[in-house]
């Protein structure tokens, strides 16, 4: 496959790939370009030592990228071959890797990766040994593919549509539809899954007609897009929801219907249910209302938990009650209150300390008699603007630096309002 010319490509890898520009490359680090004003010293350093402007501007470009994708993909970004929106959509490295583990793990020996991006999945199934096709329709995005995926003999890139390539002799098929328009301006999100690219109706194509599928899509992703013959796995890494992925026939497990999988550094937990969804399934709907506070906010425990973000996109939060023996306050807000102190790597625990009325003025009060000068607050269900409270609150008490640090959680219950003081654990 040729690769693009500079003259074809806004983000042109082809000056790189000289002797010179693969010298330039190696001889400089992704931190010398991790900001805007590093990458303009580091042009204009490079400029001065007599390189071309079309391969340092090349360069700098690169390094700029790599330097953002360590966040992604740690010491091995430095190389990659990336590009602008290639790494906005890449799957981290930890999480490319459990999406190889569930191939590998279902006995499969290949995989066909059809919007392969800049290779990152692709990447980590070749890592176990799998036999990869990748498919990718953007030029430059397959160059970078194929220069990624170099070190790996069983692995090939066609530069071509997901949709029409041959999978004859593949044995599962793993998707990750562009969900972004890609313009000079920047990229810009794709909600409806019927205009990704492939849509997800190709995707359902495939697993009707009995092939392995898996595929990753945007952790909004609604219950309703869900198809009722697929397991769905939210996933947070660090605390970012990244991502919602779907299993079909063999890569899905029998008795899983939904998931949420939080990843913390180097451990992960996982929390399952084989109903549908509260709302979809009464099985569902009907544990969310026998784990209610019988009082609401009368009826407060001693202690609170935020569950993770992919247990409450999972509508797993009334599971994840169960599990910990607590309640939930409100049958539509995700906070959880009980007895006893919980130990869970689902969710955020914390003591409750005080339940104060949601007004101002009362806060402002609270804070000064009690010494608070800095001030951390969460919502959900209530239409308060965190920081403007934070500034009402704060304002007029000074730089105390004998003060000290609050947290208030604002909720409701019903239609009372309610600014719950409280401890982080852990």
């Excluded at 602008?84 to 999480?95: D, F, N, S, Y």
């Amino acid at each position: 496959m040729s690769l693009p010319t500079a003259s074809s490509a806004q983000e042109p890898l082809a000056p790189l790939l000289t002797p010179e520009g693969l010298a330039l490359l190696a001889a400089h680090r992704p931190a010398e370009a991790g900001s805007d004003a590093a990458a303009t010293e580091l042009t204009l350093r490079l400029r001065k030592d007599g390189h071309p402007a079309e391969l340092v501007s090349a360069a700098v470009h690169q390094l700029r990228l790599r330097s953002r994708g360590e966040a992604k993909f740690g010491p091995f970004a430095d190389s990659l071959f990336l590009t602008r929106a290639g790494l906005e959509q890449a799957t981290r490295l930890p999480v490319a890797a459990r999406h190889a583990q569930r191939f590998a793990g279902a006995g499969l020996s290949s995989v066909a990766d059809l919007g392969c991006g800049i290779g990152a999945d692709s990447l980590a199934f070749a890592s176990l040994g799998l036999a990869v096709t990748a498919v990718e329709a953007d030029e430059l995005t397959a160059a970078a593919a194929t220069l990624n995926l170099m070190p790996f003999d069983d692995a090939r890139v066609i530069h071509g549509d997901a949709t029409t390539v041959d999978l004859e002799g593949v044995d599962g098929v793993w998707l990750d539809p562009a969900r972004r328009d890609t313009s000079s301006s920047g990229t810009r999100r794709i909600f409806d899954p019927e205009a990704f690219s492939p849509p997800l109706s190709f995707v359902e194509s495939l697993a009707d007609a009995g092939r392995e599928v898996g595929v990753k899509l945007g952790p909004g992703l609604p219950h309703t897009a869900v198809p009722e013959n697929a397991e769905a796995v939210w996933l947070s890494d660090g605390g970012d929801v990244v991502e919602a992925t779907m299993w079909f026939n063999r890569l899905r497990r029998p008795q899983v219907r939904r998931a949420a999988v939080v990843v913390r550094g180097n451990s992960s937990a996982e929390l399952t249910a084989s109903t549908w969804f509260p709302g979809m399934d009464p099985e569902a709907a009907a544990l969310v209302g026998d784990l209610l506070v019988p009082d609401g906010l009368d009826g407060l425990g001693r202690f609170l938990v935020e569950p993770d973000g992919a247990v409450i996109r999972a509508g797993l939060v009334a599971d994840l009650a169960q599990q910990i023996g607590a309640r939930g306050l409100d049958p539509h807000i995700a906070y959880l209150s009980c007895e006893e102190e919980p130990s869970t790597p689902l969710g955020h625990a914390y003591r409750v300390v005080q339940v104060h009325p949601l007004k101002s003025k009362h806060l402002r009060a609270w804070a000064k008699s009690t010494g608070v000068n800095r001030l951390d607050v969460k919502k959900r269900g209530v239409d308060v603007t965190p920081e403007q409270l934070r500034r009402e609150v704060l304002a007029g008490l000074g730089k105390n630096k004998n003060g000290r640090a609050a947290t208030l959680i604002l909720t409701r219950v019903g239609e009372r309002r309610a600014a719950i003081e409280v401890e982080p654990l852990g």
